[in-house]
């Protein structure tokens, strides 16, 4: 008696276990035969083409802890200001997981896109892509909204004093080798242009200037700081040549 009792406690003890505790992930196959990883005990129920779901016994916790893991087995990839896990043996891009509970069965869900959702991104495009297209500013933006978002601003050729951190704050990025991007409001008798400059993981570096609805880019290979006439101004350069004409952006501050 007391060994059918012992034997049925290990039972119960281990259900439980099993039913609340994040344990072990595993594959399963989809109604099409795409392989996916998800947690132990778990099995295919339902496919709408974005979002995939998996029934278990399981807790919801214990889904959503196995979830976690199940996911970062894929490579990790960010693109379009997003992380997703690209499953490559099943090609699809899993943007989120989300376990619920449910009776009889709990359930895991993946939302997901076919294929690899970043394929070409780079980190160049990312950065540029978190700053937001040049195209589609508002050309009547004021100095006060400018700084507001972390703009350099430039009214009447004098640097405004509390954007300058922001050019600061680029200037070191550069000397550092860091991609990155930069964005300046240059106000010349109440007209504004907006000039980005991007440094790019290959050392170049692209100009994209608007003024009005007009866009010209153009990528140099260095930029730099020169005095002309008195004033201290941020260039560009397509050469290396001592001799070459700087092209000119916009004043910054003198050097300390």
């Not at 009792?5 to 994040?22: C, D, E, H, N, R």
């Not at 937001?132 to 004021?142: A, F, K, L, P, Q």
């Amino acid at each position: 008696m007391k060994k059918g009792l012992k034997i049925t406690g290990i039972v119960i003890a281990s259900a439980a276990v099993l039913y609340m505790m994040p344990f072990i992930t595993t594959d399963t196959e989809d109604y099409a035969g795409r392989v996916w990883r998800v947690p132990f005990a778990s099995s295919y129920a339902e496919d709408s083409g974005s979002a995939i779901t998996f029934k278990s016994i399981r807790s919801a916790y214990a889904l959503n802890s196995d979830a976690a893991n199940a996911v970062h087995s894929y490579t990790e990839k960010k693109c379009y200001g997003k992380t997703y896990y690209y499953n490559a043996d099943s090609n699809v891009s899993i943007s989120s997981y989300t376990a619920s509970a449910g009776f009889p069965l709990n359930s895991v869900t993946y939302e997901y896109a076919e294929n690899d959702a970043c394929a070409g991104w780079t980190d160049d495009d990312e950065i540029a892509w978190a700053a937001g297209s040049i195209n589609d500013i508002d050309m009547n933006i004021d100095e006060d909204k400018a700084i507001e978002n972390g703009w350099y601003v430039v009214k009447d050729g004098t640097p405004v004093s509390s954007s300058v951190p922001f050019y600061n704050g680029f200037a070191r990025l550069v000397k550092q080798s860091q991609p990155s991007y930069f964005r300046t409001l240059v106000i010349e008798n109440g007209v504004n242009t907006i000039i980005d400059v991007q440094y790019m993981s290959d050392t170049s570096i692209v100009v994209s200037m608007r003024k009005g609805d007009s866009v010209d880019i153009q990528t140099y290979s260095y930029v730099g700081t020169e005095e002309i006439d008195g004033t201290t101004v941020f260039c560009a350069y397509y050469g290396s040549g001592d001799q070459e004409k700087p092209n000119v952006l916009y004043p910054v501050p003198a050097a300390e």
